[in-house]
């Protein structure tokens, strides 16, 4: 038998559910505040990536999916979202200020387990053009509301890590202290020391977070627009309402950030992260917007939602012919019922069997006119009024 593929899922049936009810919640809450929809291809040039998440991060010294085409061509499959929206924007909108939301499929070759797929989805948004705090206010706020409306309480965690240049200061005083402190780290953090330094923040295995703990913090190296930036963030945030926890250690996995990053975590796991990167166009030599957005992984969110709760009630129709059928089919349509119908004309008893196992809440046999429960087993005379009840 041919398998399939390590680390990729099929999403179906009660996944299937949750994946739409996760889409149709992210375009309802982004789109109708103004971010246009999006599709940008899955394969790239790999350049894209090297030059934006930079050459000596894990995403692309150890997790790109690349090939060269027939036509020479070196591409990967995209690990992220970010990159491709802002080379598009250059390409088409170079001028404007524009909101971009996007939903599919991204490539990392990590190690497969619970909550990490080599094939995985993102939801994300991005703001691209000349920007203000008010953006990374907006994307903070839309983030939050899609959440809620998911059922899912994250935490907001965030930080500022300041201006590519005042990161280098730091990494340099970073190193420093972590090489003296070299014996008390794990394995994974040492081999991370001297290509990956900031990386080592992120850790965590226990054996690292006494030496975690101590070592000097990023908000002592920013600039002084940095700190005021982050200050009038918390200052709208607080006023907002919005609760936060600040992590100085928050650097996040993409060299193209600036100023604000943030994720948000439930139970320790990011179920989504983002920030601002105002450097990214210039670094890809494609123009000078600057950009804050988000994405959110779409299988983490899933496995954190309740099926009942992105459920609709789903009604089957089964009958012996296709006229008797379609009148109950007809007058559902006119009131604007969905209702799900067989794949053809089998026995009653196959038809109601099938639906059952499409997991069906009701269904009405068309020949006796009866609404039944699958659950209770209840039934009832047939009438619109009576379903809308049961619904
Ligand atoms: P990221 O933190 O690399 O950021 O990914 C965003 C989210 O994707 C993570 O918080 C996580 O939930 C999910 N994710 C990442 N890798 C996997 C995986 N292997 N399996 C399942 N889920 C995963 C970015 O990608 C940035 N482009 C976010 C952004 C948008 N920054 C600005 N705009």
Redesign the pocket.
């Known amino acids: 038998m041919i398998e399939q593929v390590k680390g990729t899922r099929n999403i179906h049936s009660e996944d299937a559910q949750v994946y739409l009810f996760i889409l149709n919640t992210f375009l309802n809450t982004f789109n109708s505040s103004g971010y246009e929809y999006t599709e940008l291809p899955i394969i790239e040039h790999k350049e894209l990536f090297t030059k934006s998440i930079g050459e000596s991060s894990e995403?692309v010294t150890k997790q790109m999916y690349e090939f060269i085409d027939k036509g020479n061509r070196e591409l990967v499959l995209r690990?992220?979202?970010?990159a491709s929206v802002v080379r598009f924007h250059n390409e088409f909108y170079k001028n404007d200020s524009k909101k971009y939301s996007y939903f599919g499929k991204?490539y990392?070759y990590?190690n497969p387990q619970k909550?990490?797929?080599?094939e995985?989805h993102?939801a994300?948004a991005?703001i691209i053009g000349t920007i203000d705090i008010f953006s990374d206010i907006q994307i903070v706020q839309s983030s939050i509301r899609f959440l809620n409306r998911l059922g899912i309480n994250a935490d907001l965690h965030i930080n500022s890590i300041g201006t590519i240049d005042d990161r280098a200061k730091y990494v340099t005083e970073l190193l420093d202290y972590l090489k003296t402190n070299k014996e008390n780290l794990s394995e994974d953090s040492r081999d991370k020391l001297e290509n990956n330094t900031l990386r080592v923040l992120d850790s965590n295995n226990p054996e690292d977070r006494e030496v975690i703990n101590k070592a000097p913090s990023i908000l002592g190296f920013l600039n002084d627009d940095s700190t005021n930036n982050y200050l009038q963030l918390k200052k709208e945030l607080d006023s907002l309402g919005i609760q936060y926890v600040e992590d100085s250690n928050l650097v996040?996995?993409?060299d193209y950030?600036n100023d604000l990053t943030f994720?948000?975590k439930v139970n320790g796991l990011?179920?989504?992260?983002?920030?601002r990167?105002d450097k990214l166009s210039q670094i890809l030599k494609l123009g000078n917007s600057e950009?804050?957005?988000?994405?959110?992984?779409v299988?983490?969110l899933m496995s954190l939602i309740d099926t009942n709760d992105s459920k609709a009630t789903k009604i089957s129709l089964i009958g012996s012919t296709i006229e008797t059928i379609n009148e109950v089919s007809a007058e559902l349509i006119n009131n604007n019922i969905n209702h799900c119908l067989p794949v053809r004309i089998s026995k009653e008893n196959t038809q109601y069997k099938n639906a059952v196992n499409i997991k069906s809440d009701i269904v009405i046999n068309c020949n006796e006119r009866t609404i039944k429960l699958i659950n209770s087993k209840e039934t009832f005379p047939y009438n619109i009024d009576t379903l809308r009840d049961l619904i």
């Open positions: 995403i690990p992220e979202g970010t991204m990392r990590e909550n990490r797929y080599r995985f993102q994300g991005e996040r996995g993409l950030y994720e948000f990011a179920v989504g992260g983002g920030g990167y950009g804050v957005g988000v994405a959110f992984g299988d983490r």
